[in-house]
C-alpha cells in the first residue's frame, strides 16, 4: 500500500513490460540470495523487499536526490 501510494502522489506507473523487467530484476537479485534490493529502472528506483516479493517504496529522479539508501543488501540496474 506504501508503495502504490508513493507512485499515486509522484505520478510514477509501469508499463507492463517495465513491470515484466522489475520482476525479473527481483528474481534475479532472488538468485544471488538478496534479501531487500534497490531496483534502478529508467528514472525510478524502488525498493523491494526480495522475500516477500513486495515494494516497499518507489520514487523518482527528484525524490532521490540527496537520498541515502539503507537497508539493503543489493542493487539491480535494468
Known sequence: NHAIERMR???ISFQPEEMTDI???VAK???KGAKDTLVLSGGNALI???K???VVT???RQAMKD???TNIDSTVVI
Do not use: L, P
Request: hydrophobic share 45%; glycine share 4%.
Open 29 to 31: 537479485a532472488a538468485r
Open 48 to 50: 523491494v523487499s526480495v
Open 58 to 60: 518507489v520514487m523518482d
Open 9 to 11: 502522489s509522484r505520478g
Open 23 to 25: 520482476e525479473n530484476a
Open 52 to 54: 516477500n516479493s513486495t
Open 67 to 69: 537520498n541515502v539508501f
